[in-house]
């Protein structure tokens, strides 16, 4: 049986809020200048999430696991603009040979580490050397639920005795925002927020072996496609929790594939409900729901 033995979440409330500090956690602190927000959130809540479960100063290597979902590429308009104001033409329109030849080129050098989507998966494994299988998806709410069942596989096969699962979205800033603005239906960017959220998965047995604190366990989950056309307007996004099926509260913010990790996390590590349930319509067609308990 696959238990939860760590977690871990940030959640930055506000615009202009400061945000986490990963410093502590770096193996080269040099490498900050490498990481974007997506990578802070990731290393953050790894960090939280390893302490957690007694972990984080354990040799992991190719004995663990990372199963990670990352959200929008993040994009700030002073990285955007020099770029465009370079790729225009004569014309004012935007040419793909003047972007080709010279409008890339007024991008910061460090901006595509800061942004590309699988840096948070490499700073994670980095920092605190994990070195076995791995899966890293794309940028949905639902994608969450792929990864439990690929590192439950994994668990279960024995190809990692430790998976971190989890998902990290840098949602307000130019780039994520604009592409909420422009769906239909749109997501207000009052909504949006950045957030990064791990757990820890072991099996029942070995976390018993090394002598951990079973944190609780998922106790049903369902994972379903609805098929749509994508020429037509995406589905609206409804996700819900609460602590039984008959007493759910729709989820206003938008956490993107760190939804569910966070809502366990918090909830857990607050206090605040032994039994989490959490149901899924994204606007990517998947349906998803599953029941959680603490110890």
Same mark, same amino acid.
């Given at each position: ?9 940030? %959640? ?13 956690? +770096? ?25 957690? *479960? ?5 040799? +992991? ?44 080129? $007024?991008?910061?050098? %460090? ?36 990864? +439990?069942?690929?590192?439950?596989? *994994? ?14 979205? !840098? ?37 018993? *072996? ?7 366990? !998922?106790?049903? $989950?369902? %994972? ?9 307007? %995406? ?24 939804? +569910? ?35």
């Amino acid at each position: 049986m696959m238990v939860v033995t760590g977690f871990g979440h940030v %959640l930055i409330e506000e615009e202009g809020e400061p945000g986490c500090d990963p410093r502590p956690f +770096l193996k080269q602190r040099k490498n900050r200048k490498y990481m974007g927000t997506q990578d802070d959130l990731a290393v953050v809540s790894a960090g939280m999430a390893l302490a957690s *479960a007694g972990l984080v100063e354990s040799d +992991l290597g190719d004995r663990a696991g990372l199963y990670l979902s990352v959200g929008h590429i993040p994009f700030e308009r002073c990285d955007v603009d020099p770029v465009l104001a370079a790729s225009i033409d004569d014309e004012g329109e935007f040419s793909l040979r003047r972007f080709a030849d010279e409008g890339h080129r $007024r991008a910061h050098p %460090l901006t595509a580490f800061r942004c590309l989507p699988n840096m948070p998966a490499f700073h994670i494994s980095a920092n605190f050397d994990l070195r076995g299988s791995y899966m890293v998806s794309y940028p949905g709410a639902g994608q969450v639920y792929a990864l +439990l069942d690929e590192a439950e596989a *994994a668990l279960r096969e024995g190809r990692v005795d430790v998976a971190l699962v989890g998902g990290v979205a !840098c949602q307000r800033n130019f780039l994520v925002e604009h592409h909420f603005r422009r769906i239909r239906p749109a997501v207000a960017p009052e909504r949006l927020r950045d957030a990064g959220a791990l757990l820890v998965l072991e099996t029942q047995a070995h976390a018993k *072996a090394r002598g951990a604190r079973i944190r609780g366990r !998922c106790v049903r $989950r369902s %994972l379903e496609y609805r098929a749509f056309d994508a020429r037509e307007a %995406l589905f609206e996004q409804v996700e819900e929790l609460g602590s039984d099926a008959t007493h759910m509260r729709r989820l206003e913010l938008s956490l993107g594939p760190a939804s +569910l990790p966070w809502a366990l996390s918090s909830s857990w590590g607050e206090g605040r409900a032994a039994r989490v349930v959490h149901r899924l319509e994204s606007r990517d067609g998947v349906l998803a729901e599953s029941v959680w308990v603490s110890a």
